[in-house]
């Protein structure tokens, strides 16, 4: 299947302080991807949907202001965490889909955030 | 909400047949249907996908009737690896996928 990266795969980091996660299609173009969220023993929470070149469409509940996404290109999206706080730990996961074989979505492998 | 409904947990011996029933009873003619597997803390893994009728790849089998309300993925012969959360979903075309609970596999020897 199509290869999704995600860089951290893991972050500690101060309360207060910012935090850029990476979401790389490595073997495909993905115009549009998705980041979720997920806390311990529960399923994955859509958070945003990013649109290369254009604005993010956030989920209800989710601040746009705190949780900044950028589509820079059709292989890059990127999800910074603003002014973390304890609360934001948690496991942040991106997909993309594949246009090519009916939209089959491939998941990067996740990034655990812990802010202290 | 999640369009799906699955069992919260199974129970499973190395070498047995496990067959996972999914309902969703208010598919769309647009939905597709899709399987993926997670490990903790991992990314989701893609396992299936079908739209109707019988689809099979090299892990695993997925089984949709007619009315497409409901459909069954089908793990032949499981293995402590497979001990995983296995997640139904039905999703249109270019459309996030809404996760609901899924179900825990636990395979035993």
């Known amino acids: 299947g199509a290869v999704v990266s995600q860089h951290p795969s893991r972050v500690i980091c101060k309360s207060g302080t910012s935090v850029k996660i990476e979401c790389r299609s490595l073997d495909f173009q993905a115009t549009t991807m998705f980041w979720y969220r997920q806390f311990p023993k529960q399923s994955l929470m859509l958070m945003a949907t990013s649109n290369e070149g254009s604005k993010a469409t956030y989920e209800q509940g989710v601040e746009k202001d705190k949780f900044l996404i950028n589509h820079a290109s059709l292989t890059l999206s990127t999800l910074t965490v603003t002014s973390a706080h304890p609360e934001d730990s948690s496991f942040y996961i991106c997909?993309?889909?594949?246009?090519?074989?009916?939209?089959?979505?491939?998941f990067g492998p996740g990034t655990r955030l812990t802010v202290l | 909400l999640a369009k799906t409904t699955q069992p919260i947990s199974m129970d499973s011996y190395e070498g047995q047949e496990v067959n996972i029933t999914c309902s969703h009873n208010?598919?769309?003619?647009?939905?597709?249907i899709t399987w993926y597997q997670q490990f903790p803390s991992q990314g989701p893994r893609f396992i299936i996908q079908g739209y109707k009728t019988k689809v099979t790849n090299e892990v695993a089998s997925l089984f949709i009737p007619a009315d497409r309300k409901s459909s069954t993925l089908s793990l032949p012969r499981v293995s402590l690896s497979d001990t995983a959360v296995y997640y139904c979903l039905v999703f249109q075309a270019g459309t996030a996928l809404i996760f609901g609970k899924g179900t825990t596999l636990s395979v035993s020897s």
């Open positions: 208010n598919i769309a003619t647009n939905d597709y």
């Open positions: 997909s993309a889909p594949v246009t090519e074989s009916t939209d089959t979505q491939y």
